[in-house]
């Protein structure tokens, strides 16, 4: 049995979203299950991975102007992937008990950045143009340096052109912010680096219309 302190954790993500709308912690998962992830990582063919595109549905397109990751979404259907998934349920609920956030579901996937690629500034959601509320990045990228490049660069919520902070992707780090305030973008790392993006959702569910759609 694990003795990793996970409501510390989740504690100070729910005081730094409140206090700020963005929080950086390192360490933040239990060493079991980033392991579990790696050797996920290790298993997969590298063809497994897609190229990244941007917008959603009818207005989903690739375009390596903007961004050149390749991704493979998580689910629970491979055991490797379950610990994670199961964290970030956890984290939801007690998101939900302590902010009142409203959050139903959360998608996440794999990203793999060659060396060299990249992703450009950008918001993960519009206020009231979707239902992405909330944005994780975790990393997995052991003995990672500074002169190894790929950061992850974070605006400024209250001026879009002012850079608020630069994070190294260094395994073990999550990172969680409002999706609709914080513009970001990924630097080109020298060499490979892998993350696993997500976002919690509301339901936005109508009669005629299932939502969060893939």
């Known amino acids: ?43 997969l063919e590298e063809n497994t991975f897609q190229t990244a595109g941007v917008g959603r549905q009818s207005d989903h397109e690739k375009n390596a102007k903007i961004r050149r990751d390749k991704i493979c979404w998580l689910d629970k259907v491979n055991e490797q992937e379950v610990g994670y998934l199961n964290s970030m349920e956890q984290l939801k609920d007690y998101l939900n008990s302590r902010l009142f956030m409203g959050l139903f579901s959360y998608e996440s996937h794999f990203a793999h950045y060659e060396e060299g690629a990249f992703y450009k500034k950008h918001l993960d959601a519009f206020k009231g143009k979707a239902n992405r ?34 994070v190294v992707p260094k395994q073990g780090t999550l990172v969680t912010f409002l999706s609709d305030e914080f513009p970001h973008e990924v630097l080109p790392a020298n060499k490979s680096r892998y993350s696993i993006a997500g976002w919690f959702r509301i339901n936005a569910s109508t009669a005629a219309h299932i939502d969060p759609p893939r």
């Not at 909330?134 to 209250?158: C, H, M, P, R, S």
């Open 133 to 166: 509320v909330l944005t994780t990045v975790f990393y997995l990228n052991d003995d990672w340096q500074d002169k190894d490049g790929g950061e992850l660069v974070i605006y400024q919520a209250e001026d879009h052109d002012k850079e608020l902070c630069r």
């Open 1 to 43: 049995m694990s003795d990793f302190d996970v409501e510390t954790i989740y504690a100070q993500i729910a005081n730094d979203l409140r206090s700020t709308g963005l929080s950086i912690i390192e360490n933040a998962i239990d060493p079991s299950i980033i392991q579990a992830l790696n050797a996920r990582i290790a298993n």
